[in-house]
C-alpha cells in the first residue's frame, strides 16, 4: 500500500528555517516523480516545487532561491528546506507522488499533510 | 507562467449534473487532472488524462478537453460530493493548479 507521511512543520519566526520530511512506503521515492504542493488559509492549491526521478528540480518562482527539494534513497524521503521564511510562506504543506506520460501529468498518491506557521 | 482559470463557485440539485471547467493555454499541450479537496482532508484525484477514473472514484465523475479548456463532470451528483475541485496541468516552467471551484449541492 502506498503511503505518504509529511512531518517537520510548526511555528517559525521570519526569516527563519524549516525542513519537512515526507516518508514513503510501497514505492521508491527515487524512482518517481515527487512534488510538495501548498495551501495557505483560505486560499487555493499551489505547486511549489518537483524533483524527477533523474534529480532534476523545479521551483515555483514565489519559492526559487529560497526553498530546496531533495530526497534520501536510503531512508526512502522526500525533503523540502525552507530558508528565510515568510509571512506568505504559511501554509498546509502536502507531498505528492506523480504519473506522467508525453501529455499528462497527475499526483496519485498525497499526504496528509504538515502546518507550517510564519509568524512572530 | 501560464494560468488556469476556474469559475469561483457553482451549485447543482442533488442528482443532476454540473459541470465544472478549466481555462489555460497550458491545456493545448497537455492534459488537465482534477483534484477534489475537502476541508481536514488530502486532495483526492478524481479524473486524469483524456477521461481516466483512478480505483474507487465513482463513474459520475468524467473529463474532456477542447482546445484550451478542460471540463470535469459530475452527473447525478451526491451529497459527498460537495467540496472545492482544482485543476491542473503541466506548464513550461513546472505545474500549475487552476483557481478552483466550489461545488454546493443543493
Known amino acids: 500500500e502506498v503511503q505518504l507521511v509529511e512531518s517537520g512543520g510548526g511555528l517559525v519566526q521570519p526569516g527563519g528555517s524549516l525542513r519537512l520530511s515526507c516518508a514513503a512506503s510501497?514505492?521508491?521515492?527515487?524512482?518517481?516523480?515527487m512534488s510538495w504542493v501548498r495551501q495557505a488559509p483560505g486560499k487555493g492549491l499551489e505547486w511549489v516545487s518537483v524533483i524527477y526521478s533523474g534529480g532534476s528540480t523545479y521551483y515555483a518562482d514565489s519559492v526559487k532561491g529560497r526553498f530546496t527539494i531533495s530526497r534520501d534513497s536510503s531512508k526512502n524521503t522526500l525533503y523540502l528546506q525552507m530558508n528565510s521564511l515568510r509571512a506568505e510562506d504559511t501554509a498546509m504543506y502536502y507531498c505528492?507522488?506523480?504519473?506522467?506520460?508525453?501529455?499528462?501529468?497527475?499526483?496519485?498518491?498525497w499526504g496528509q499533510g504538515t502546518l507550517v506557521t510564519v509568524s512572530s | 507562467s501560464s494560468e488556469l482559470t476556474q469559475d469561483p463557485a457553482v451549485s447543482v440539485a442533488l442528482g443532476q449534473t454540473v459541470r465544472i471547467t478549466c481555462q489555460g493555454d497550458s491545456l493545448r499541450s497537455y492534459y488537465a487532472s482534477w483534484y477534489q479537496l475537502k476541508t481536514g482532508q488530502a486532495p483526492l484525484l478524481v479524473i486524469y488524462g483524456q477521461n481516466n477514473r483512478p480505483s474507487g472514484i465513482p463513474d459520475r465523475f468524467s473529463g474532456s478537453r477542447s482546445g484550451n479548456t478542460a471540463s470535469l463532470a459530475i452527473t447525478g451528483a451526491q451529497a459527498e460530493d460537495e467540496a472545492d475541485y482544482y485543476c491542473n496541468s503541466r506548464d513550461s516552467s513546472g505545474r500549475i493548479f487552476g483557481t478552483g471551484t466550489k461545488v454546493t449541492v443543493l
Open positions: 510501497g514505492f521508491t521515492v527515487s524512482s518517481n516523480y
Open positions: 505528492a507522488r506523480e504519473q506522467w506520460t508525453s501529455s499528462d501529468y497527475y499526483f496519485d498518491y
